[in-house]
């Protein structure tokens, strides 16, 4: 997780946290790692001041930047899309001064 971002010109770019690369090896795929690791890095920038998590996940059919995570899994989570970086990559936020508690139990 990094700070920085996509950010508009009133934010503070060190309140808001990047999560950037994902790997969950092949055997555990499918078994909600995926979630439990968001929820984990959402609640970690939340408690450190985080006002914005910001992610980049691909289409689940991208043939590349797969690493990033996917688009409907952080549309699940509560990740709002906020535009694009590149051709393939989506630029999604969670909003953290919205929330007290992350959206997902463990």
Do not use: I
């Not at 934010?11 to 078994?31: I, M, N, T």
């Not at 929820?39 to 690493?67: I, L």
Request: aromatic share 14%; proline share 7%.
């Amino acid at each position: 997780m990094t700070s920085g971002g996509l950010y508009a010109t009133n934010e503070h770019p060190d309140h808001v946290w990047s999560l950037v690369c994902f790997y969950v090896a092949r055997e555990f795929r499918g078994q909600g790692v995926m979630k439990q690791l968001l929820q984990t890095a959402v609640e970690h920038a939340r408690q450190a001041g985080a006002a914005v998590v910001e992610a980049y996940p691909v289409a689940p059919d991208s043939p590349s930047y797969r690493f990033m995570g996917f688009v409907p899994q952080f549309k699940e989570f509560g990740f709002v899309e906020v535009g694009t970086a590149g051709s393939r990559r989506h630029v999604m936020r969670f909003m953290l001064d919205l929330f007290t508690d992350c959206p997902v139990s463990p």
